[in-house]
T-cell receptor, first 114, second 112 residues
Framework: AQSVTQPDIHITVSEGASLELRCNYS??????LFWYVQSPGQGLQLLLK??????LVQGIKGFEAEFKRSQSSFNLRKPSVHWSDAAEYFC????????????FGDGTTLTVKP | DVKVTQSSRYLVKRTGEKVFLECVQD?????MFWYRQDPGLGLRLIYF???????EKGDIPEGYSVSREKKERFSLILESASTNQTSMYLC???????????FGDGTRLSIL
């Protein structure tokens, strides 16, 4: 079955440290991949997306993600975390463009220590 | 800029009431979605629509219905509200089926 897994429910990092949030999917072909961020009390905002081409994609707020076909992964990274990055992060996948539904991971909550 | 507006940020209703959640987008998007978000369960798709007057069931449609009479408006209806429908409800829209979704700020619904 098609699925999206974010293995880490909660991650804590110190301000200025690097960050990597993991996302794995189960699918035979290359899907459309997205990362969203949700600040408390708000909806989700798109950070970046991958459709094809260069496997390292840049997004807003200094985030980047790398698609690795062999590992079925799309991990989100940031070299230096800011306190304002504290939020919940969701990986989302569109497996079949004919259906067009996004399947979301369960989210990773990021806490930033001063 | 893209805008998805949900009519209420907070809503309190009683069990058995018929509840309407409204969502409007100003981007001329074809596709609109309703999700509910619960702690530990992530986002779950309730219904979606690819065109006016069209609707498709998502993963958890039971107890809900939708209406899309105009392209910009997608309404979620709780036919007879129950306490297990207390949740955060998020509306989203997208330009095409493989394009990113734009989300409203959500409606936190409490059913007493």
């Amino acid at each position: 079955a098609q699925s999206v897994t974010q293995p880490d429910i909660h991650i804590t990092v110190s301000e200025g440290a690097s960050l990597e949030l993991r996302c794995n999917y189960s699918y035979g072909a290359t899907p459309y991949l997205f990362w969203y961020v949700q600040s408390p009390g708000q909806g989700l905002q798109l950070l970046l997306k991958y459709f094809s081409g260069d496997t390292l994609v840049q997004g807003i707020k200094g985030f980047e993600a790398e698609f690795k076909r062999s590992q079925s992964s799309f991990n989100l990274r940031k070299p230096s975390v800011h306190w304002s990055d504290a939020a919940e992060y969701f990986c989302a996948v569109v497996f079949n463009t004919n259906a067009g539904k996004s399947t979301f991971g369960d989210g990773t909550t990021l806490t930033v220590k001063p | 800029d893209v805008k998805v507006t949900q009519s209420s940020r907070y809503l309190v209703k009683r069990t058995g009431e018929k509840v309407f959640l409204e969502c409007v987008q100003d981007m001329d998007h074809e596709n609109m979605f309703w999700y509910r978000q619960d702690p530990g369960l992530g986002l779950r798709l309730i219904y979606f629509s690819y065109d006016v007057k069209m609707k498709e069931k998502g993963d958890i449609p039971e107890g809900y219905s939708v209406s899309r009479e105009k392209k910009e408006r997608f309404s979620l209806i709780l036919e007879s509200a129950s306490t297990n429908q207390t949740s955060m409800y998020l509306c989203a829209s997208s330009a095409a089926r493989n394009q990113p979704q734009h989300f409203g700020d959500g409606t936190r619904l409490s059913i007493l």
